[in-house]
């Protein structure tokens, strides 16, 4: 059994670094080229698994890219703690365990600038629509009038409630793609996919303060 688990991680991880890859919005890519630091940040990261998928996307001009994660799960965070600050990165990630919803989490990572990217995967908001509502609240003030918000579901339902939250938070949809490559399980007769669709929106309107 942990062998298959171990094996659904790493084809979850390959069919978002592919998503990364074909979609991750071009700009982003030239600013890294022209030696402009960029700011990405991956909210309820988990064990932020997506870092080494970052780092490869961004491979030829990595240490152009500075990570930031925030997880609330305390075991989550000790997880991606313990990998990402072993490794020869360690000062170009930055990880808090918090509380996604509080604006003070944040404050002082964006003293230096607003970020560039933001990751949400699979935000399972059918169930927790009022702790996504704040998160994607907070988007609005974290992200760059330039910056993207790039986020995955596992489930068309989901899809469809990022959806309806992205129009009511005045962000602009510029792509939506369902992931022909997305990993799957089964689960009895059901096949589950992860990461099968991918929404990327932009900060179309700042919300006034």
Known sequence: MNQDLEKLGKEIQ????????????????????????????????????????????????????????????????????ERLFSGNKKDQISLKCGDATSPENYEEWIKDGLFDLIIIRHPEITFNTDVFMKIFSNCKTLLLKEGFIFVTTHHENEKRAVEFLFKILDFNIVLEVENQGAASSKKGDEIVYADKYLLIGNNSKKIAS
């Not at 075991?75 to 991606?80: Q, T």
Request: charged residues 30%.
């Open 14 to 81: 390959q069919s978002f670094s592919l998503l990364l890859k074909e979609y991750l919005p071009k700009n982003l890519l030239e600013k890294a080229k022209e030696n402009k630091s960029l700011k990405i940040i991956s909210i309820a990261c988990g064990k932020f698994l997506e870092a080494e998928c970052l780092f490869e996307c961004f491979s030829s001009n990595d240490n152009q890219i500075k990570l930031f994660g925030i997880e609330i799960d305390k075991d989550l965070f000790n997880s991606a703690n």
